[in-house]
């Protein structure tokens, strides 16, 4: 009878300890999926090919550039994810918010100015869905979805692409336009550039930007600010997103502006300028926020650095577009 119940005990502990082994891997499982799908969507994307494309159709390599980052947004967008694991992100997500708004300046200079005659003339209906349809908010996930949006941005964008073809909408590659363009990457950027230069934590106040601004007749206002630790790498990974599309946006200008800028001797500085955006892009095991007299760096400072030259040099190709 002992013997038996000896058995029974045993068969139990054997039955337990495989429920428990089960439970076990079934949770490492869980944990390397999660690890794995992370790993994938953390992945920053490649550099843009456009080919096939007529250099002769002024606009067409502006509008596939946009295209293809609403295409990348669109097919994997992060911001608004709540279930998948890639909720545990926040790097990638803040590097795709940075390419969106680069696509939301692009596409409303494209309706305002660069598709129209006169800003008097009938905005193009095809560029305005566009414009409309990237309004939405990057962070819905239903009713309707952000990507949801992304692609029907895309779907007006390719009929003003056809429409280019056909002659049935316009695109304008005056020196006008494109200062006009490159005054909103400059005050973009000017945005970002301050997010990266508040990163230190000896650096408690600025003066306001309106402040500094030429001719102002106002007094500088000093600013209190206070970035926490835990947003310094969103601002890190929202910078290199701005800096990765505008220098893809710059790539389709240079083809689609060629004659403008080789009339203003300006195809030498918008080369550096894009040089500059590519080397924002590099890959800190961890973004440190370190101190001056730190053995550690400051990677929002060493962005910053080379960010700003971007900056300028942006500055000083509109001068050389303005310029007669």
Not at 46 to 65: C, E, N, P, Y
Not at 157 to 184: C, G, M, T
Request: aromatic content about 10%; charged content about 25%; hydrophobic content about 45%.
């Amino acid at each position: 009878m002992v013997l038996k119940d000896n058995l029974k005990i045993s068969s139990q502990e054997k039955g337990t300890r495989r429920y428990k082994g089960f439970i076990l891997i079934l949770f490492i499982a869980l944990i390397v999926f999660v690890i794995v799908v992370m790993a994938i969507n953390s992945t920053r994307p490649a550099a843009i090919q456009l080919t096939g494309l007529d250099r002769k159709v002024k606009g067409a390599h502006f509008t596939k550039i946009n295209q293809a980052l609403l295409k990348q947004m669109s097919d994997n967008w992060l911001p608004n994810d709540i279930f998948w694991p890639t909720i545990f992100l926040d790097n990638m997500p803040n590097f795709q918010i940075g390419e969106l708004e680069v696509v939301r300046y692009n596409i409303r200079v494209l309706r305002d100015n660069l598709s129209r005659m006169r800003t008097t003339d009938k905005l193009d209906p095809y560029a305005e869905v566009a414009f409309t349809a990237l309004s939405n908010d990057p962070f819905k996930w239903w009713f309707p979805s952000a990507e949801s949006k992304w692609k029907v941005g895309h779907e007006n964008l390719e009929l003003y692409y056809r429409n280019l073809l056909s002659n049935k909408s316009y695109f304008y590659p005056r020196a006008d336009n494109l200062v006009e363009l490159l005054s909103q990457y400059a005050s973009l950027m000017g945005g970002v550039n301050t997010r990266l230069l508040n990163a230190p934590r000896d650096i408690k106040e600025i003066l306001s930007i309106e402040g500094l601004k030429k001719g102002s007749t106002d007094s500088p206002r000093v600013i209190e600010i206070d970035i926490p630790w835990y947003r310094v790498d969103d601002n890190f990974y929202y910078a290199q997103g701005v800096a990765y599309a505008l220098n893809e946006s710059l790539k389709a200008i240079k083809i689609d502006f060629l004659d403008i800028l080789i009339d203003k001797n300006s195809v030498q500085l918008l080369d550096k300028i894009m040089e500059n955006l590519r080397r924002c892009h590099f890959e800190p095991l961890i973004v440190f926020n370190g101190d001056p007299d730190s053995i550690f760096a400051n990677h929002s400072l060493n962005l910053s650095g080379v960010f700003n030259d971007a900056r300028l040099k942006i500055d000083s190709l509109i001068v050389a577009l303005m310029q007669g």
